[in-house]
């Protein structure tokens, strides 16, 4: 990988305790960082301890009071800022992925472009974000006044799957906020988390305002829980499971800290009779197979109108048997390896016991690397309820059908879930869309697209065990790093 980069310096490891020139941890211990498309280390990474975690969240406190009073139009201009350096970078941060996540070099493209749709977004947003007056409907010489002013000091927790959107979208919100930051990326993925971390103090972020804690795969559940026991930090954002979800929370608890939860999810994919039926089809594998089917709006149940099953199979299987598995640096590689030898036996096991319980199984025809953590495409037809891949994300290449009758079957099958982040429907008929969208039990809904529930424009989030609060949107992803304060003021 450090032949592919044009700047090095961004995998800088320092902590950024009180800014790029801290000392690096000391006496902790190491962790190798995996490349899943060879199964090989790409280089080791020394993991903080307590005693750096403790520094971090006291740079942060101290950072705060001074970072909180920058008027929002000077954080608009840093955010501006470090939006250009991360253009500027783009290549590098791709290359990046590839090498830490697996993924094709123009996904991981795509995945730093995405992630620019929200350092653009809030570089506008800053500036927006104001209280209200309103008169008493009883008293006229009452008037209400709401200001809004941000929470505090924030942790930040987030996934491997998306390590370079998913930081600059929480941080990106809770810096344009006036909130500052300690950071924890996923121990399978820091060297991005890092490399952004750097752009963000070229950006002219102020000494104190971002931090990043190392965790080991060791000292990862130690680490969470002391930012989330920790007064200091008045806010939590995390992304990952769902199992993991409910632990942050009962740790945050007893300090009653502000909570996004972006958590797991069960994504229906619903295909009715009267749909685009190849359009739709084609969208689910392009659905399924983004980063390996490794994204919490990931398809993982379809359910798929009797009379047109058929149609949509073969479909799927035509494309599955296009697909071109490789390591992510080659430029022929249309999908890559799972994160971790963990994530390649769990997929394996869904579709082992998918077939004992009577599914029918087809294998891409796709030749599968014998190095790294590779799993082909895999449709399975004919799932039941029973079925591991109607029960838990798979977070594989997997495609899992079920077929249905009626419209209130469809709703009744999408919504037999204890999750509730996205799901999609295809359908021409406009008022079926709109009923759809009001009864399906998702916080993100796909109305004829196969992906786009993301946006920065729109709030993002889920209901039920996939988690509560929203990111992005107009208004919504600030929001949710401050906290709204009202007085009461008389005119008489």
């Known amino acids: 990988m450090n032949t592919r980069l044009k700047d090095m310096s961004l995998l800088d490891a320092a902590d950024f305790l009180k800014g790029p020139e801290s000392l690096e941890a000391s006496d902790n211990e190491s962790f190798d960082v995996m490349d899943p498309g060879s199964g090989m280390p790409i280089c080791s990474m020394k993991a903080s301890n307590l005693k750096d975690v403790d520094r971090a969240i006291q740079a942060a406190s101290d950072a705060f009071a001074s970072y909180s009073a920058l008027p929002a139009r000077e954080r608009a201009t840093l955010l501006l800022n470090f939006d250009r350096l991360v253009r500027d970078n783009l290549e590098d941060l791709a290359w990046i992925l590839v090498y830490e996540?697996?993924?094709?070099?123009?996904?991981?493209?795509?995945?730093?472009?995405?992630?620019?749709?929200?350092?653009?977004?809030?570089?506008?947003?800053?500036?927006?974000?104001?209280?209200?007056?309103?008169?008493?409907?009883?008293?006229?010489?009452?008037?209400?006044?709401?200001?809004?002013?941000p929470v505090g000091p924030v942790?930040?927790?987030?996934?491997?799957?998306?390590?370079?959107?998913?930081?600059?979208?929480?941080?990106?919100?809770?810096?344009?906020?006036?909130?500052?930051?300690?950071?924890?990326?996923?121990?399978?993925?820091?060297?991005?988390?890092?490399?952004?971390?750097?752009?963000?103090?070229r950006a002219g972020f102020p000494s104190g305002s971002v931090n990043i804690v190392l965790a080991s795969y060791r000292n990862t559940p130690a680490?969470?829980?002391?930012?989330?026991t920790d007064p200091r930090i008045k806010k939590l954002s995390f992304t990952g499971s769902s199992r993991v979800g409910r632990l942050l929370m009962q740790?945050?608890?007893?300090?009653?800290?502000k909570l996004t939860l972006e958590l797991g999810g069960l994504g229906a994919y619903l295909v009715f009779e009267d749909a685009d039926v190849d359009g739709a089809a084609a969208a689910l594998v392009a659905n399924k197979l983004r980063h390996a089917g490794q994204t919490c709006i990931s398809a993982q149940r379809a359910f798929v109108h009797e009379s047109v099953?058929?149609?949509?199979?073969?479909?799927?299987?035509?494309?599955?048997?296009?697909?071109?598995?490789?390591?992510?640096?080659?430029?022929?590689?249309?999908?890559?390896?799972?994160?971790?030898?963990?994530?390649?036996?769990?997929?394996?096991?869904?579709?082992?016991?998918?077939?004992?319980?009577?599914?029918?199984?087809?294998?891409?025809?796709?030749?599968?690397?014998?190095?790294?953590?590779?799993?082909?495409?895999?449709?399975?037809?004919?799932?039941?309820?029973?079925m591991l891949v109607f029960q838990e994300e798979s977070f594989g290449p997997l495609i899992n059908v079920a077929t249905f009758r009626?419209?209130?079957?469809?709703?009744?099958?999408?919504?037999?879930?204890?999750?509730?982040?996205?799901?999609?429907?295809?359908?021409?008929?406009?008022?079926?869309?709109?009923?759809?969208?009001?009864?399906?039990k998702a916080g993100n809904v796909g109305l004829n697209v196969g992906g786009s529930t993301t946006a920065a424009e729109i709030p993002f989030g889920g209901v039920d065990q996939s988690g509560f609060g929203k990111e992005a949107g107009i208004g919504a992803g600030l929001k949710e790093y401050m906290i709204e304060k009202s007085a009461t003021m008389s005119i008489a």
Not at 105 to 129: D, H, I, K, M, N
Not at 171 to 181: D, E, W
């Open 223 to 228: 680490i969470g829980q002391a930012l989330c």
């Open 406 to 440: 009626t419209e209130q079957e469809a709703i009744e099958l999408a919504n037999d879930t204890d999750m509730g982040l996205t799901s999609y429907v295809f359908t021409k008929d406009s008022a079926r869309l709109w009923r759809m969208f009001e009864q399906l």
């Open 309 to 386: 099953v058929d149609r949509v199979l073969k479909c799927i299987a035509a494309k599955l048997d296009q697909v071109q598995l490789g390591h992510g640096s080659q430029s022929t590689t249309t999908l890559g390896p799972l994160q971790t030898e963990r994530s390649q036996q769990k997929a394996r096991e869904h579709i082992q016991d998918a077939r004992a319980k009577g599914a029918t199984i087809y294998t891409s025809t796709a030749a599968v690397p014998s190095a790294g953590y590779f799993v082909a495409p895999t449709l399975i037809a004919g799932c039941t309820k029973d």
């Open 155 to 201: 942790a930040i927790l987030t996934p491997w799957n998306f390590p370079v959107a998913l930081f600059i979208r929480k941080a990106v919100s809770a810096l344009a906020a006036g909130c500052t930051i300690v950071a924890k990326p996923s121990p399978e993925t820091p060297l991005s988390t890092l490399a952004v971390a750097n752009l963000l103090h």
């Open 251 to 257: 740790q945050c608890a007893p300090s009653l800290k």
């Open 101 to 149: 996540t697996g993924k094709p070099l123009e996904e991981a493209r795509a995945e730093v472009q995405y992630a620019l749709t929200f350092s653009w977004w809030f570089v506008g947003e800053t500036e927006r974000v104001q209280g209200q007056v309103v008169k008493s409907a009883t008293n006229p010489s009452l008037r209400f006044l709401t200001v809004l002013q």
